[in-house]
C-alpha cells in the first residue's frame, strides 16, 4: 500500500480540479459525489498509513520521490513523512474534513455556486495536508501559502458583497505579513545547519545545548512564531480571525476547527527540538499565548453575532495552545489542538444549523426559545459548550487543565491569566447557549418558521458530539489517575534527534489546582446561563449603566479603529505621496509627459514655416545656400 499514499494529498486536488472545471456542467449530484468520495478516499488511505506507521519500529514512515531542488549545498527531497504527529494531524484533517464536507452538502445545497464551494473545499483540504506532511520546510511552506489562499477564497466566497471580499483580503494581507517572518526563520535555519529538510534539522539540533541569551536560533524561532501568530491568529496578527466568519459557516468550521489556524501551532511542534534550543522564544510564545487568551476571552463577553463569540473564542483557545506550549508542553498543546478541533467544529456547525433554522439571522438578541424546535442541534452544542468550558470528564476539560498547570509551573501569573480566560469562557459559552436556546423567542416570525436541519447536517453534530465528550481520556494526566497516553504517542516526533534527556518538571499541586479552575469555570458558566436565560436584558441594563465598559468591548478595544487610523491611513497618505511624486510628476511629467510636450512645441513652431507658397520655400533655398557656400569658402 506505501505506493499509493502520495494520493492522500493528491485526491482532494483532483476533487477540485473536476468539481471547478466541470463541475458547474456535471450538476450538483456528480459534484456532492466527488467533492465527499475523494476526501473519504484520503480518509481511508490515511487510516491505513497511520496504522503502517504505527506498525514501523520508530513510528516514522517517510516517503520519498525523488529530489526535488538541488543547487549548491540545498538539496530538498520531495518526501512525505507520516508519524505520531503529522499522522494524527492528517486523519484530523480527513477526518473532520469529510463531516464538514458532509454538512455543507445540506448547508450549501441551493447556493448557486456549490460546484465552486467544493473546488475551493477540496483544495484546501489539499493544501492543509501538504503542509502537515511535507518532509521539508519547502514543502511545508508550499501548503502554508496555499491555505492562505483558501482562505482568501472561502472567506471571500459572497463575493458580490462588500464584507466578504473585504474580510478576505484582509485575511490575505494580514497572512502576508506573518509570512516573511516564516520566510526569514526558514532562511536563518538554512544557514545555520545547512538544510531545509526537517528530519536533518531537528538531528542536528539534537547535539546543541540551549542558547544562553539572543542566539541565531533565537532569531530564527522568532520569526517563525511570528509567522504562527499571522497564521493562528495570535497578538497581534489577530485581526483577520474574528473577520473570516463572513464566510459559509462549513468555512468557519474548517478554518477555525481543524486545520489553518492550527498550523502555526503545528509548525512549533514540529520544530519542538529547535525551539528548546531558544528559551528567549519559549518565553515569548507562553507570554503572547496567555496574553491572547485573556485578551480575545474578554472581546467575546458581549458580541452579539454568534459566529463572532465563536470567532473570538477560537482566538483565545489558540491563545491557550501557544501557552502549553510555551511552557514546554509540546503534547499539551498539540492535545488542546486535537480536542478542540472536535468541539469547535461541532460548536461552528451547530451555530449553522441554528443559522439555518433562522434562515439566516445571526443576531443573538433576535433568538431565544428554540431547545424544542431543534432538538438535536441543541443537544449537540451542549456537549461541545460543556467540553470547551472544560466540564470534568469532557475532552476540554483534560487537555486545558495540562495546559493551565505547566502554565503554573513556568509562572503562577501565566496561570491566573489562563483561568481568567477560562472564567471568561465558561460566562460567554452559556451566555450564548442561553440567549439561543432558553427564555422566550424574541422574533416570533422566526421562530414560527424554525426547523432541525437534515440528517446531512445533523449527523456531523452527533459525531463531534462524541468526539467532544469522550477523546479527552486519550490524554488523562497522571495527577488523575492516568498516564497521559497522547504525550506517549507523540513523544518520538517531539523529541526526534534529541540525545540529551530532557529536564521534567517537578511535581506540583495539580489536582489542587484543577479544582480551583474547575470550580471557577462552572460558576461562571452557572452565572452566564442564569443571567440570560430570559433574554438580553441584563446585558442592556449593564450597558446604559457603564456604557464605557460595554462600548469597549463590543468594539473590540477599538483596535480595528486604531490600526486604521494610525497604520493603514499614514500608509495610504505616504503611498499616495509617493504616487504622485514618483508616478505622476517624475515617470509621467519629466520622463513622458515633458518630452512630448516639447516635441509638441517645437513640432508647432516648424509648423509656422510650412507656407506653402513656392517663393518662400526659394527663398529658403537661397539662404540655405548662400550659409552653406560661406561656411566651406570661408
Not at 491555505?147 to 458583497?161: D, P
Not at 493551565?404 to 477560562?422: D, E, H, Q
Request: with cysteine; net charge neutral.
Amino acid at each position: 500500500m506505501n505506493k499509493y499514499y502520495w494520493l492522500i494529498p493528491i485526491l482532494p486536488l483532483l476533487g477540485s480540479a473536476f468539481n471547478g472545471l466541470l463541475g458547474k456542467r456535471a450538476g450538483k449530484g456528480a459534484v456532492t459525489v466527488v467533492g465527499l468520495g475523494v476526501v473519504l478516499g484520503s480518509l481511508l488511505l490515511a487510516a491505513s498509513a497511520f496504522f503502517a506507521m504505527k506498525g514501523m519500529p520508530d513510528h516514522r514512515l517517510v516517503l520519498n520521490y525523488g529530489e526535488w531542488m538541488a543547487t549548491g549545498s540545498l538539496s530538498v527531497p520531495f518526501g512525505l513523512t507520516i508519524d505520531p504527529l503529522s499522522g494524527t494531524m492528517m486523519l484530523v484533517i480527513t477526518g473532520i474534513g469529510f463531516l464538514i464536507h458532509l454538512y455543507s452538502v445540506g448547508y450549501m445545497h441551493e447556493d448557486e455556486g456549490y460546484y465552486r464551494f467544493f473546488c475551493y473545499l477540496n483544495l484546501f483540504v489539499f493544501f492543509m495536508l501538504t503542509l502537515v506532511l511535507g518532509s521539508s520546510l519547502v514543502l511545508m511552506f508550499v501548503g502554508w501559502e496555499g491555505v492562505g489562499l483558501c482562505s482568501y477564497l472561502l472567506i471571500g466566497y459572497f463575493y458580490e458583497t462588500d464584507f466578504a471580499p473585504d474580510a478576505g483580503l484582509k485575511a490575505f494581507l494580514t497572512n502576508r505579513v506573518g509570512d516573511l517572518g516564516v520566510s526569514i526563520g526558514m532562511l536563518v535555519l538554512f544557514a545555520a545547519f545547512g538544510t531545509l529538510t526537517v528530519s536533518d534539522i531537528l538531528t542536528q539540533a539534537g547535539h546543541l545545548a540551549p542558547e544562553v541569551g539572543f542566539g541565531v536560533l533565537t532569531f530564527a524561532t522568532l520569526m517563525l512564531f511570528f509567522g504562527a501568530t499571522g497564521k493562528s491568529a495570535q497578538l497581534p496578527l489577530y485581526l483577520w480571525l474574528p473577520d473570516a466568519m463572513a464566510g459559509p459557516t462549513p468555512v468557519s468550521a474548517l478554518i477555525h476547527a481543524a486545520t489553518m489556524v492550527t498550523s502555526g501551532i503545528y509548525m512549533i511542534c514540529r520544530l519542538a527540538p529547535v525551539f528548546t534550543l531558544a528559551p528567549i522564544t519559549m518565553d515569548v510564545v507562553a507570554w503572547v499565548g496567555g496574553a491572547t487568551a485573556l485578551f480575545a476571552a474578554t472581546i467575546g463577553l458581549v458580541q452579539r453575532d454568534i459566529k463572532k463569540v465563536l470567532a473570538y473564542s477560537t482566538v483565545s483557545q489558540l491563545g491557550y495552545m501557544f501557552l502549553g506550549l510555551g511552557a514546554s508542553g509540546f503534547a499539551a498543546g498539540f492535545f488542546h489542538v486535537f480536542t478542540h478541533a472536535w468541539f469547535k467544529a461541532l460548536l461552528f456547525l451547530g451555530a449553522g444549523s441554528v443559522i439555518h433554522a433562522l434562515h439566516h439571522e445571526q443576531d443573538l438578541f433576535k433568538m431565544g426559545g428554540l431547545k424544542s424546535k431543534t432538538k438535536i442541534t441543541f443537544i449537540t452544542m451542549v456537549a461541545g459548550t460543556v467540553a470547551i468550558m472544560g466540564f470534568p470528564g469532557t475532552s476540554g476539560f483534560f487537555s486545558k487543565d495540562e495546559i493551565l498547570y505547566l502554565a503554573f509551573l513556568k509562572s503562577p501569573a501565566l496561570w491566573v491569566i489562563g483561568v481568567l480566560g477560562a472564567c471568561c469562557t465558561s460566562f460567554y459559552m452559556w451566555r450564548l447557549m442561553a440567549l439561543t436556546f432558553w427564555g422566550e423567542p424574541r422574533d416570533h416570525h422566526a421562530h414560527d418558521h424554525a426547523h432541525e436541519s437534515p440528517l446531512t447536517m445533523t449527523l456531523p453534530l452527533m459525531v463531534l458530539a462524541l468526539g467532544s465528550l469522550f477523546w479527552g481520556f486519550w490524554g488523562v494526566p497522571e495527577a488523575f489517575g492516568g498516564h497521559f497516553a497522547v504525550g506517549e504517542w507523540l513523544k518520538p516526533a517531539l523529541t526526534y534527534g534529541q540525545t540529551h534527556a530532557a529536564h521534567g518538571h517537578h511535581a506540583g499541586p495539580a489536582v489542587l489546582l484543577a479544582v480551583i479552575s474547575t470550580g471557577l469555570g462552572l460558576g461562571f458558566g452557572f452565572l452566564g446561563w442564569k443571567t440570560f436565560k430570559n433574554g438580553p436584558a441584563p446585558e442592556l441594563a449593564f450597558a446604559a449603566k457603564f456604557p464605557f465598559v460595554h462600548n469597549l468591548l463590543l468594539n473590540k478595544y477599538y483596535v480595528d479603529e486604531g490600526v486604521e487610523l494610525y497604520l493603514l491611513r499614514p500608509t495610504r497618505w505616504f503611498g499616495n505621496l509617493l504616487w504622485k511624486l514618483f508616478d505622476v510628476i517624475l515617470i509621467d511629467g519629466v520622463g513622458v509627459n515633458l518630452p512630448g510636450a516639447l516635441t509638441r512645441v517645437f513640432g508647432d513652431f516648424t509648423a509656422l514655416l510650412q507656407t506653402g507658397r513656392v517663393r518662400n520655400y526659394a527663398l529658403s533655398m537661397a539662404l540655405g545656400t548662400a550659409v552653406l557656400l560661406y561656411v566651406f569658402l570661408k
